[in-house]
């Protein structure tokens, strides 16, 4: 059955999944979301999954995406619009239960859940505007020499049934209803989710108002699937089966080169676009420094703490020129930590990683403690952050020094010169972002050292800092590996649309038979490369 945003509450949830519009209780262990700040287990138990439900989900995915496929941007913007309409239908149920899952306070769920819908509606913006559809005519010229030139025309299409992965550290804006799966669905691709265990309930609620969006325009039910299941057994079922031809993941690096290796392993190979892992260097540079290191240290230890530090753009490297200005910057950099409250982590998972990195990271060679935040033994995962510093020398001996650990923990690395700092970044692993904080003192240094860090990560910032991610036509979240598994797209903005589609030439096709994208009267209306002119021809 379906279900629709008004029918679902915290009340009704029923530990099910969704394979298409039929809700199915997995026969495969049970898994419950636990209140972060409490530890208690919650209710109800949610039902895993197993191969054969994966095989099914993918099985009515590939029946509908030719239809859906072939839908109109009208109808497809409108789909996208309704889901929408329904995900923040579901608002209080739907912010109590975030919180609920993940300890995540109130206004960032809020947030979150506006991005999450805003995503969507941008989407069906996007999809009846009809860009990214790259439509490009050359007419054909029977009397070129030295030979005739055929009707050539070419658009995009979608690639067929794609797996997103929910992200832990996201419940909305990377999780069911998130940018993997509207841009997907946008792109004309059915989907069909693996949800994170960590938010069983609120994966619950969303898969139900994409169901009755799905419904509710009568498209096929295979349009949009949801599975519970352990992340190796179930995810690599997903991956394999011959059905799906992409996937979106956001995690930890291990998982992500797990499916990588899946996916490539397959008799037909398909792309995997994985989010796995970035530390975000920020270069603080002389001038910049100079100016106010107690606002920038203020400004460092908020981003650094801000959603517990679970976040994919958080700054965990930071380099500073030795000397008076960076000492008052660590100085101050303490003493903001030290008011730094405990908050609840996402789950006790991540929390007991993260205690175990930050340990790892202070007995270190080389490494020093800067401050630390406050504790509270009050919370089951409460996350507490930790500045640590250490000299460029020791860094570049060391390895570890340069792995992500997620949470609120940061190293400063104390360079001798400011001359020193492209050639850190010339050894840094790829990243999603770098930050420069310079002034026009600075402004001969920064050049130098964008022109290393542009072929480093996917965004640089300048007097910024890289928590907090603007969705976007112009935005790019991703970068060189290991940032991502493939560099060259984005899991955020319209852009992200790209990485589900492929380029078709039509070659000499009747008229008649021709694509909406490409015809001869142009009758979407489309801006169109014709003879490499943009126009609406």
Not at 36 to 47: C, Q, S, V, W
Not at 94 to 111: C, F, H, N, S
Not at 163 to 175: E, K, Y
Not at 280 to 285: A, I, K, S, T, Y
């Amino acid at each position: 059955m379906t279900m629709t945003a008004t029918q679902t509450s915290t009340s009704t949830l029923t530990g099910e999944m969704f394979l298409g519009a039929t809700r199915v209780r997995g026969s495969h262990g049970t898994v419950r979301g636990v209140d972060p700040r409490t530890g208690a287990e919650l209710e109800p138990a949610y039902g895993l999954g197993g191969t054969d439900d994966v095989a099914r989900a993918a099985e009515l995915a590939d029946a509908a995406f030719a239809t859906y496929r072939r839908t109109s941007p009208s109808e497809r913007a409108a789909f996208l619009e309704t889901a929408a309409d329904n995900v923040e239908a579901l608002g209080e149920t739907l912010v109590a239960q975030v919180q609920l899952e993940t300890g995540i306070v109130e206004p960032r769920v809020r947030g979150e859940l506006g991005r999450t819908v805003g995503q969507l509606r941008r989407f069906a913006a996007l999809v009846r505007e009809g860009s990214w559809v790259g439509a490009r005519v050359e007419p054909a010229l029977p009397d070129r020499k030295p030979l005739p030139r055929p009707d050539l025309r070419q658009r995009k299409i979608p690639l067929g049934p794609v797996a997103v992965f929910g992200a832990s550290n996201f419940p909305l804006a990377f999780s069911v209803a998130g940018g993997d799966t509207a841009s997907a669905l946008a792109a004309g691709c059915p989907v069909v989710v693996k949800a994170h265990s960590a938010h069983p309930g609120t994966s619950e609620l969303v898969a139900g108002a994409l169901a009755a969006a799905v419904a509710a325009h009568d498209l096929p039910e295979g349009v949009f699937s949801m599975v519970y299941g352990d992340g190796r057994g179930v995810g690599t079922a997903l991956v394999t089966d011959p059905r799906i031809r992409a996937v979106g993941f956001t995690g930890s690096r291990s998982g992500g080169l797990a499916l990588v290796a899946a996916a490539a392993g397959r008799p037909v190979p398909i792309p995997v676009y994985a989010e796995m892992s970035s530390i975000n260097p920020v270069f603080l540079l002389p001038g910049a420094l100079a100016t106010g290191p107690e606002a920038l240290a203020a400004a460092y230890v908020d981003s650094l703490t801000v959603g517990v530090g679970q976040l994919c753009t958080n700054p965990g490297l930071v380099f500073g020129v030795r000397g008076p200005d960076l000492d008052a910057f660590l100085a101050a950099v303490a003493a903001r930590l030290a008011d730094s409250p405990a908050l609840p982590m996402l789950n006790p998972g991540i929390h007991a990683s993260y205690v175990e990195g930050v340990a790892s990271t202070g007995a270190l060679d080389g490494v020093a403690t800067v401050g630390s935040g406050k504790q509270d033994e009050s919370l089951a995962a409460g996350g507490q952050a930790h500045v640590f510093t250490a000299a460029l020398g020791d860094f570049a001996a060391e390895p570890a020094m340069q792995e992500e650990n997620f949470g609120s923990s940061s190293l400063v690395v104390q360079v001798d010169d400011a001359e020193e700092l492209a050639g850190v970044a010339e050894r840094l692993e790829g990243q999603l972002t770098a930050t420069v904080h310079a002034v026009e003192s600075d402004h001969a240094a920064a050049a130098g050292l964008l022109d290393v860090l542009e072929t480093k990560v996917g965004r640089v910032l300048f007097n910024g800092w890289p928590t907090g991610v603007d969705v976007g036509s112009a935005m790019v979240h991703g970068g060189p590996f290991p940032a991502t598994s493939d560099g060259r797209s984005t899991s955020v903005g319209t852009l992200a649309i790209e990485r589900f589609v492929r380029p078709v030439a039509y070659q000499d096709v009747p008229p008649a038979l021709l694509p909406a994208e490409v015809d001869v009267d142009n009758s979407l209306g489309l801006w169109r490369l014709v003879d490499g002119e943009p126009g609406r021809g």
